[in-house]
């Protein structure tokens, strides 16, 4: 393990990661538990998730996998619940359950959009509700993380419920860090662009992936680990006075207007 990596930023944190068992949720989970915190990841995936949390425990962490659909509200206070039971308190929730979707406004049928508004949004803030009423009865300095996107700040064909999903993510983690503040918590966001991860293997074809790398001033897709180490930043102390932000990892994507070849110029 290089040694940046095992610099125990999180010993005795114990965080509940949902969308542990895939793509960022797992590597955020990896990465958490390497810096010493017990993890619990939660995730409709209980195998994937299962699977995860046991490469974690063969690599000497602490880890735990719990099934839940963080659209329903009796099961995110039954995870809630489970968690106290397993690790006491918890002291930081990242939230990177979502699922991908792409379909144009025209052809948007009402069950599409309000499926994904209901795990990508509702289920962000149903998680986070659990876990601020939790940290509050504990007295703890809690950490809030939601997964936003760039898609959530500039629109991107195709990605319309998806979209204002994450635009809704970024105004709950405003309203949130406003309300939270008092108790000690903080609520920021990750907005990446894109990821190398499940997600985007459905999501982009060889068109949509051209079209990526046309735009990124880094000419690359991000690891999932690029956006665990921002996860980290906002999960330990040195972030403590940071709240109500979303800190894009997007490879320059929201800074870069038009990009092309400045010929003998450049
Ligand atoms: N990959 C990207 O390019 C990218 C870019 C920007 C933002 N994001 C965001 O990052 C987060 C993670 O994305 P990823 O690329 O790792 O995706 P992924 O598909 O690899 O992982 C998402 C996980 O969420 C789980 N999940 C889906 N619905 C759920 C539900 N109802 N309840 C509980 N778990 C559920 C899935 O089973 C999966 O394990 C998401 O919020 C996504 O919107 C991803």
Sequence with gaps: MPERMSHNRLQQKSALITGGASGIGQAIAERFAAEGARVLLADVNLEGAEAVAAGIRDNGGVAQARACDVADADQVAALFASFAETFGPVDILVNSAAIPQVRPILKMAVADWQRVLDINLTGSFLCAQQAAQAMIAAGAQGRIIQLSSVNGQRAISGRGAYSVAKGGLNMLVKIMAAELGEHGITVNAVAPG??????????????????????LP???YAKPEEVAAAALFL?????????GHTIN??????????????????
């Design 194 to 215: 894109p990821v190398d991860t499940n997600m985007v293997l459905k999501m982009h074809n060889q068109e949509t992936r051209d079209a990526w790398k046309a735009h």
């Design 218 to 220: 880094i000419k690359r």
């Design 235 to 243: 999960a330990g102390d040195e972030s403590a006075y940071i709240s």
């Design 249 to 266: 990892v997007d490879g320059g994507f929201d800074a870069a207007g038009m990009l092309f070849d400045l010929g003998d110029l450049g």
